[in-house]
């Protein structure tokens, strides 16, 4: 039978709290403003974002902009790098989306977590809108975390 990946488990508490990655990202990355996330939870290793509902989001068709799903994907799997390395220097090394059906309009949950921690840390983050149902989108990413 095949292995599967397994996600980090929680060794100790998040290193960085809800409070302090929002300030972290309105010191050192204010463009993530423009996204308008919600941070609802970090945990070691793992972080639930939302993007709220917002017409700007939307492309013809009124589905969610894939763009805005990529940052979203990104902006959640950056709380849970942070959340296990305390590191706020990670930087994305590679990140794949794949689109599994249109995203409605209105809001959509990220769920990430790691799948590795270290200098080269691994994660997946999948994307379910508010209004239910299967998940709209599903990234895997690496992290490059330099040390501190």
Do not use: C
């Not at 809108?129 to 998940?135: K, L, M, R, V």
Request: charged content about 15%.
């Amino acid at each position: 039978m095949p292995q599967t990946a397994a996600a980090v488990q929680p060794s100790s508490t998040a290193k960085i709290t809800v409070e302090g990655f929002e300030d972290l990202l309105q010191r050192l990355h204010p463009f993530a403003a423009v996204l308008g996330v919600e941070i609802l939870d970090i945990g070691y290793g793992n972080a639930t974002l939302r993007l709220p509902p917002n017409p700007s989001n939307q492309r013809l068709g009124g589905i969610i902009a894939g763009p805005m799903l990529m940052g979203l994907a990104d902006l959640a799997l950056y709380a849970a790098v942070v959340g296990a390395t305390g590191n706020p220097e990670a930087v994305t090394a590679s990140l794949t989306i794949n689109f599994l059906r249109k995203a409605p309009a209105g809001g959509v949950t990220a769920r990430a977590s790691l799948l590795k921690t270290g200098r080269l840390t691994a994660g997946q983050v999948l994307l379910v809108p508010d209004a239910g149902g299967e998940p709209v989108a599903q990234a895997v990413s690496t992290w490059s975390v330099p040390r501190n």
